[in-house]
Nanobody, 124 residues
Framework: QVQLVESGGGLVQAGDSLRLSCAAS????????MGWFRRAPGKEREFVTA????????RYADSVKGRFTISRDNAKNTVYLQMNSLKPEDTAVYYC?????????????????WGQGTQVTVSS
């Protein structure tokens, strides 16, 4: 069992940066691929980025590539999402999730655990 708690969301202006954190409970955190997803108002949930258990492989949605960076600290049971050059279209609730898959998967169906989400609002 893994419990996930996101933090770090807020209201920022276009061009600003934010760093989201996702703290996980459980001793097996390091065994999971971790992902970030988001849901914008009126839209379906979409994949943002994922990182394998070792941090050796990452994957990004085209819409965030070059602006967002995922990282993890297994000693702290935490995964991070550094978001730079934020745009109004990045406005969404951001969720972290944990998957037993060994690859940095973008498929939400294989993520076993989800956090409650943190709101990110980017004003123009």
């Amino acid at each position: 069992q893994v419990q996930l708690v996101e933090s770090g969301g807020g209201l920022v202006q276009a061009g600003d940066s934010l760093r989201l954190s996702c703290a996980a409970s459980g001793r097996t955190f390091s065994a999971y691929t971790m992902g970030w997803f988001r849901r914008a108002p009126g839209k379906e949930r979409e994949f943002v980025t994922a990182i394998t258990w070792s941090g050796g492989s990452t994957r990004y949605a085209d819409s965030v590539k070059g602006r967002f960076t995922i990282s993890r600290d297994n000693a702290k049971n935490t995964v991070y999402l550094q978001m730079n050059s934020l745009k109004p279209e990045d406005t969404a609730v951001y969720y972290c999730a944990a998957s037993r898959e060994v690859i940095a998967t973008m498929n939400p169906r294989v993520y076993n655990y989800w956090g409650q989400g943190t709101q990110v609002t980017v004003s123009s």
